[in-house]
C-alpha cells in the first residue's frame, strides 16, 4: 500500500480566491490521480498528473483553473483558482504504486468550502 | 453513452447475513473492475480487483463475481458485521493509462 498525506484537511475561502492543495507520498509511485467528490455523489476525475511535464485533464476540467504541477514522483499540488461556491467540493489525490498495478490509494482529502 | 450504476437505494441489513451489492455499466469494455469502501470523511480504499477473465475472486468475507456478458458484477459480504457499514464503490478501467471511472456508490447499513 501506500501511506498519501494531503494539506490542507480542509479550508474555508472566499470566492475570486485560489486555493493549493498538497499531496505526499510515503514512496515513489508511477501514477498520481486528482479527483473531486461533491456532496453525496461519486469521485469524478479532474486530471492525471504527469511528472515533469503538463497533466492530463478530463473533459470540462482545465489548467487554468486546477493548475497541476508534480515535480517529483512523491509530490504533487491542485491548485483551485478563482474559486467560486461551485467548487466547494472535497479534493482528493490518488496514486498507483507500480507499473503492472492498477489499485489507487487515496488520501484522505481537502474538503473545501467557498463562501 | 457511458454508464456505471450501482444500487441507488441503501441497503440496511441485519448483522450475521450476507449483503449484496450490484455495479451494471454499458458501453464499457473494462479489462479489470475495482470495488472500494468509503466511509464518511475519508478517501475511498481498494478492497479487491477483479479481472475479465476471472469470474469470481474472494478475499476473507469478501466475494467478487464478474460476467461480462451481462455487464455486471456482484460484490458480497458474507456474515456481515456493524464494522461494513460504510460506502461501497465499483470503478471501471478507463482503458487509458490506470484512470478509473467510479459508480455513485451504494451505502450499506449493517445493523446489529
Known amino acids: 500500500s501506500a501511506v498519501i498525506s494531503q494539506k490542507p484537511s480542509r479550508d474555508i475561502c472566499q470566492r475570486g480566491t485560489s486555493l493549493t492543495i498538497q499531496c505526499q507520498v510515503d514512496?515513489?509511485?508511477?501514477?498520481m490521480f486528482w479527483y473531486r467528490q461533491q456532496p453525496g455523489q461519486s469521485l469524478t476525475l479532474i486530471a492525471t498528473a504527469n511528472q515533469g511535464s503538463e497533466a492530463t485533464y478530463e473533459s470540462g476540467f482545465v489548467i487554468d483553473k486546477f493548475p497541476i504541477s508534480r515535480p517529483n514522483l512523491t509530490f504533487s499540488t491542485l491548485t483551485v483558482s478563482n474559486m467560486s461556491p461551485e467548487d466547494s467540493s472535497i479534493y482528493l489525490c490518488s496514486v498507483v504504486k507500480g507499473a503492472s498495478s492498477y489499485e489507487q490509494y487515496f488520501g484522505p482529502g481537502t474538503r473545501l468550502t467557498v463562501t | 453513452s457511458q454508464k456505471i450504476e450501482q444500487n441507488s437505494e441503501a441497503l440496511n441489513i441485519q448483522e450475521g447475513k450476507t449483503a449484496t451489492l450490484t455495479c451494471n455499466y454499458t458501453n464499457y469494455s473494462p479489462a479489470y473492475l475495482q470495488w472500494y469502501r468509503q466511509d464518511p470523511g475519508r478517501g475511498p480504499v481498494f478492497l479487491l480487483l477483479i479481472r475479465e477473465n476471472e469470474k469470481e475472486k474472494r478475499k476473507e468475507r469478501l466475494k467478487v463475481t464478474f460476467d461480462t456478458t451481462l455487464k455486471q458484477s456482484l460484490f458480497h459480504i458474507t456474515a456481515s458485521q456493524p464494522a461494513d457499514s460504510a460506502t461501497y464503490l465499483c470503478?471501471?478501467?478507463?482503458?487509458?493509462?490506470?484512470?478509473?471511472?467510479f459508480g455513485q456508490g451504494t451505502e450499506l447499513s449493517v445493523k446489529p
Open positions: 514512496s515513489q509511485v508511477t501514477m
Open positions: 470503478a471501471l478501467d478507463d482503458s487509458q493509462g490506470g484512470k478509473l471511472i
